[in-house]
């Protein structure tokens, strides 16, 4: 066997992407016990920085142990009871797996969609609210998928009038992307580390509300072995995961401390570099940082004589997606950028599948010079493939957003 030694990529595309440096050395940092006084007090620490990078108060912030999607059915598989109506809107993959989580725990899904590349409006939200009383709203915020941010900002209030619960997946879009939680009356928000929070994945950063760990709460049971007489069942179903039974987790999390799996001690540390390394910059300053490098990309994909895909009014900053030209092998311009030049793009899924490329700067790749690698690289590529352009355009377009910024 050879020894691990992966090519030197540029990952370019919807994620994931090139680790910040500095979290790449804290995953190779030496463990420690499970209930070891420091070991906790990083749990601690990251309660606290995830409070910060969700904006939020809510003293339920934490991990779970697994990618994006564990989060995700953490909190769905937690709320959800057999039955239990859930709406769905979806503007993308990820709305359809959030449609797919739900139905497995057991819910009566009901979704509304637009085509994608287009987002809801408030009112057809609340109207689909109205006529079908969930129990819960789950909502992707950047759906990678058609690189689309569907606005959450009025959605809250909304679920507020008519006592849903409101969650969102912002796997995609947090640390590159506004979000609010507490101003935006989330009750539950899943992320993920390798979009803009510049981490590999594995590890799913939450943050539940008052009003959703409450109701987690009644579905109570702590499993038999570590029990003592103290713990009382709580009067609704028992949540159908064990490992992503919120309520236990929270006591593992919590003052309690009761032991329920064994924390994924690297990606703790990852993810707390994560946080580190966001709040450092500066949550504005990455947005702002984000956006520079997005429409550097955008800017000099239509300098290659690309035309835009989608809304640009509700685009994500930190993913660009661009129509593949007519008269080119989208798969073999992706293949000959990574066998020739090192570097990753995105392709796409279902109705977008062979259509569109995804060109993704997130996280430490949000910089200059991987933007004009990439833009550059692509050019020769395309021009290869007579692919027409005017040569030079793609690079110029994008130094000219640096130089207007
Ligand atoms: C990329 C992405 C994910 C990733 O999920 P994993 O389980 O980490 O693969 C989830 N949700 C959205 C919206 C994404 O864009």
């Known amino acids: 066997m050879n020894r691990l030694n992966p090519p030197p990529r540029l990952l370019m595309g919807p994620g994931p992407i090139n680790c910040y440096p500095r979290v790449l050395s804290a995953m190779s940092t030496q463990l420690i016990g499970q209930y070891d006084p420091v070991m906790t007090g990083y749990m601690n620490e990251v309660m606290s920085l995830y409070q910060q990078v969700f904006k939020t108060n809510n003293q339920a912030t934490l991990l779970i142990d697994g990618t994006s999607r564990a989060g995700i059915e953490a909190v769905l598989v937690s709320c959800i009871e057999p039955g239990d109506k859930v709406l769905v809107p979806i503007f993308g993959r990820f709305g359809h797996l959030l449609q797919e989580i739900a139905e497995r725990a057991g819910a009566e899904v009901h979704t509304i969609e637009v085509p994608w590349g287009e987002v809801f409006q ?50 995609a879009s947090i640390g590159g992307n506004p979000f ?3 101003q935006w009356q989330l009750d539950a928000v899943s992320v993920g580390l390798q979009k ?94 984000h956006k520079l490098h997005g429409d550097a990309m955008a800017k000099g994909a239509q300098g290659l004589n690309l035309k835009l895909f989608g809304d640009q009014s509700n685009k994500m900053t930190n993913v660009v997606g661009v129509y593949i030209p007519e008269n080119v092998d989208g798969e073999k311009i992706r293949s000959q950028l990574l066998e020739d030049f090192n570097i990753e793009i995105g392709t796409s899924f279902g109705p977008l599948h062979g259509k569109i490329w995804r060109l993704g700067t997130m996280g430490y790749n949000a910089r200059k010079d991987a933007v004009l690698h990439t833009l550059q690289s692509l050019e020769t590529v395309l021009r290869r493939a007579g692919h027409s352009m005017s040569a030079g355009a793609a690079v110029d377009n994008a130094l000219g957003v640096y130089s207007g910024a």
């Open 196 to 289: 803009c929070l510049g981490g590999p994945s594995g590890s799913a950063p939450i943050t539940l509300s008052e009003r959703y760990v409450e109701l987690v709460r009644k579905r109570h049971h702590v499993e038999a072995g570590i029990r003592s007489e103290h713990h009382e069942n709580g009067e609704a179903s028992r949540i159908r995961s064990n490992y992503f039974d919120i309520p236990m987790i929270l006591d593992y999390w919590g003052e309690e401390r009761l032991n329920h799996h064994t924390e994924a001690t690297s990606m703790l540390y990852c993810a707390r570099e994560c946080a580190i390394n966001l709040l450092e910059e500066g949550i504005e300053n990455c947005i702002v940082r």
């Open 122 to 171: 408030p009112e057809q939200v609340e109207d689909a609210i109205k006529k079908i009383r969930p129990k819960v709203l789950a909502m992707v915020q950047g759906d990678t998928s058609t690189t689309m941010l569907q606005p959450l900002e009025h959605l809250g209030e909304i679920c507020r009038r008519y006592d849903v619960l409101f969650y969102s997946d912002a796997t």
């Open 180 to 182: 609010e939680t507490d």
